[in-house]
């Protein structure tokens, strides 16, 4: 009996201790797990290395989980490692966001900055060009002929939307001189290249031109803003669909509202603000970007 007794006892004190070994793998297992964040390269790499190194870190510290950026190399590549699982949030232009929500089912927009619910595009041209201001949408006939160069290929406000307002006007890309566009890369390079003479006109992000301004890396002596859009939803944040069973459940909305909680009273929420050009980040929807959708269809970006 004494000896029956001794081994319930062992047996008993082992499976706790197998228990508690378990617990503490899993436990480190998910502690291991990393956020892994990135962005659409759409501006100058020194910003968006300063923006996203503060951004990972107030992530990290809200939502007590690591967060890794991963910069990539163009918008191509943004698309693919969202597609391949190779990136958990990533901040999108409408188009790009569209591409990948489109390859992976369950992936969701979960907000978007106060200024990308009415985004803008403006075209500028160089001052020594013979280019004048345009006040009618079907003025935009007057750049056929013109040396013109978009942003990326896959950006929506370089690109997308600009493409669809000068097709409106009739406008077609063959139009151009040397019967195509240039495409700069990105919204930065678009404003240095038109600026420098080597385009006479162009189309970018009016959020960019402001910034560009104010730091006083666009010149209006040699550029200056012929035409701005009409607004459309933009740029916004895009979750993959398994962040609650890879992180806790619930994760999700802890993101979600995360973002919707920055503000201005928090020195390193503020910077960050700043840096995205915004005031505050506001709940979005995969819905807001139908209209963007049926226009990618039409141009021939989204198959």
Same mark, same amino acid.
């Given at each position: 009996m004494r000896q029956a007794s001794k081994l319930i006892k062992f047996t008993k004190i082992a499976i706790a201790l197998l228990s508690i070994f378990?617990?503490?793998?899993?436990?480190?297992? =998910? %502690?291991?797990?990393v956020l892994r964040i990135g962005a659409i390269p759409d501006q100058n790499p020194e910003?968006?290395?300063? +923006?996203?190194?503060? /951004? *990972? #870190?107030?992530?990290?510290?809200?939502?007590?989980?690591?967060?890794?950026?991963?910069? $990539?190399?163009?918008? %191509?590549? @943004? $698309?693919?490692?969202?597609?391949? &699982?190779?990136?958990?949030? $990533?901040?999108?232009? %409408? +188009?790009?966001?569209?591409?990948?929500? /489109?390859?992976? =089912? &369950? #992936? =969701?927009?979960? %907000?978007?900055?106060?200024?990308d619910e009415k985004f803008h595009s403006i075209f500028i041209a160089n001052k020594k060009s013979s280019i004048q201001k345009i006040n009618n949408i079907n003025d935009l006939k007057t750049l056929k002929g013109k040396r013109f160069t978009f942003g990326s290929e896959s950006s929506t406000s370089g690109r997308l939307m600009p493409q669809y307002f000068l097709n409106k006007a009739g406008v077609q890309l063959k139009d151009f001189k040397g019967a195509s566009p240039g495409f700069s &890369? *990105?919204?930065? *390079?678009? +404003?240095?290249? $038109?600026? *420098?003479?080597s385009y006479e006109a162009g189309a970018l992000s009016e959020e960019v031109w402001k910034r560009n301004l104010e730091i006083g890396r @666009?010149?209006?002596?040699?550029?200056?803003?012929?035409?701005?859009?009409? #607004?459309?939803?933009?740029?916004?944040? +895009? @979750?993959?669909? !398994?962040?609650?069973?890879?992180?806790?459940k619930g994760f999700t909305k802890e993101l979600t509202n995360v973002f919707l909680s920055f503000n201005e009273k928090s020195k390193k929420q503020k910077q960050v603000l700043e840096l995205f050009s @915004?005031?505050?980040?506001?709940?979005?929807? !995969?819905? !807001?970007?139908?209209?963007?959708?049926?226009? &990618?269809?039409?141009?021939?970006?989204?198959?």
């Open positions: 378990n617990l503490s793998n899993i436990c480190s297992l =998910k %502690a291991e797990e910003h968006l290395n300063r +923006l996203y190194k503060l /951004l *990972s #870190s107030e992530l990290s510290e809200q939502l007590n989980v690591q967060v890794r950026y991963k910069p $990539v190399t163009n918008y %191509a590549a @943004a $698309v693919t490692a969202f597609r391949t &699982g190779n990136l958990d949030l $990533v901040w999108f232009g %409408a +188009l790009t966001g569209i591409q990948a929500r /489109l390859q992976i =089912k &369950g #992936s =969701k927009v979960i %907000a978007q900055r106060d200024i &890369g *990105s919204h930065d *390079s678009t +404003l240095m290249l $038109v600026q *420098s003479g @666009a010149d209006p002596s040699k550029v200056f803003v012929i035409w701005k859009t009409p #607004s459309y939803h933009n740029y916004h944040w +895009l @979750a993959q669909g !398994n962040l609650d069973k890879k992180f806790r @915004a005031k505050k980040f506001i709940i979005s929807t !995969n819905e !807001n970007y139908n209209k963007i959708e049926k226009v &990618g269809r039409k141009i021939g970006k989204i198959k």
